[in-house]
């Protein structure tokens, strides 16, 4: 995962947020993260600049929260193998909810949108496996989680800013060329080497 190089700057900024919101259930913090993940969806299926900025804002908060839970939960003293699992299946929904209305909006072609789901999933499966079957869990590989969500809100943004109706005079599909296209590549392709890189490596371990 290339951003673990800077997670001493994220927990830098994280943690003073996570002491003030030790109130909060960091279950509630989990589920907040699944419904802005929801919201995101729903925003790109609609065209325009508003839909994209709020669905960039809604992808940012689902980040943001993800984070939060843990160290909250930390903090508290509350962190459980409970609270793990559910938030590694509520992280696999909102992965599906982002993707799948990028997969079915107007940016990205639908069976482009479905490989970066299956490499997006792949690649979470092949960790836990790992956590299963005894090395422990596996975070790492090209493309991890936080890499995946801040390359979707860039694109977003950059979406945001460009007209993808400008090209319909060439008389080809708009999506073929949209950014989050490309995103939707990246995905696709990075995370399917990464849940490779996972399985050869977990492999390994068992031989």
Request: no cysteine.
């Amino acid at each position: 995962m290339v951003l673990d190089a800077y997670r001493h700057l994220a927990d830098a900024v994280l943690d003073p947020i996570a002491r003030r919101l030790t109130n909060v259930s960091p279950d509630a913090l989990s589920a907040a993260a699944l419904v802005s993940a929801g919201f995101a969806g729903i925003s790109f299926l609609f065209r325009g600049g508003w839909p994209l900025a709020l669905g960039a804002f809604f992808v940012f908060l689902n980040a943001l929260l993800d984070a939060l839970d843990g160290k909250v939960a930390k903090i508290t003293g509350k962190a459980s193998r409970r609270g793990d699992f559910l938030d590694h299946v509520l992280d696999r929904y909102a992965d599906v909810l982002m993707l799948g209305g990028l997969a079915i909006g107007p940016y990205v072609p639908v069976w482009l949108g479905l490989l970066a789901i299956v490499g997006v999933l792949l690649t979470s499966y092949m960790g836990t496996q790992a956590q299963a079957v005894g090395p422990g869990r596996d975070y790492r590989g090209i493309l991890g989680r936080a890499d995946r969500l801040v390359i979707l809100v860039v694109a977003v943004v950059l979406q945001a800013g460009f007209d993808p109706n400008s090209i319909r005079d060439l008389g080809v599909e708009p999506y073929r060329y949209s950014i989050l296209g490309w995103a939707m590549v990246l995905f696709a392709v990075l995370g399917n080497l990464t849940a490779i890189q996972r399985a050869v490596s977990t492999w390994r371990y068992l031989s």
